[in-house]
Nanobody
């Protein structure tokens, strides 16, 4: 069965850090771009970050630049999202998705994970 599974969400205080993981089963990630998306209550889903398969292209949404870092470990079939200096407005369900590795980056989405909840609150 082809699927992506996110993990690492939870409750964190403002200014704290979390690392999300996106692990694939049933297929290998190394030929796909992988994106992280989030959806806050009452808001539309937005793209947070995307990483190409092997040529180093990375995208960050403006509000997370300098705070979030996307990376991939193809040997572990996993993509990570390191989130530092978290803010209450980062609270959302975070999803990862695989995408065809061609422009536009993360423009052709295929498999989605089920999501993991990140809550930033004191």
């Amino acid at each position: 069965q082809v699927q992506l599974v996110e993990s690492g969400g939870g409750l964190v205080q403002p200014g704290g850090s979390l690392r999300l993981s996106c692990t694939a089963s049933g297929f290998t990630l190394d030929s796909y771009a992988i994106g992280w998306f989030r959806q806050a209550p009452g808001k539309e889903r937005e793209e947070v970050s995307c990483i190409s398969s092997s040529d180093g292209w990375i995208y960050y949404e403006d509000s997370v630049k300098g705070r979030f870092t996307i990376s991939r470990d193809n040997a572990k079939n996993t993509v990570y999202l390191q989130m530092n200096r978290l803010k209450p407005e980062d609270t959302a369900v975070y999803y990862c998705a695989s995408a065809l590795n061609r422009p536009p980056l993360c423009g052709y989405l295929e498999v989605w994970g089920q999501g993991t909840l990140v809550t930033v609150s004191s």
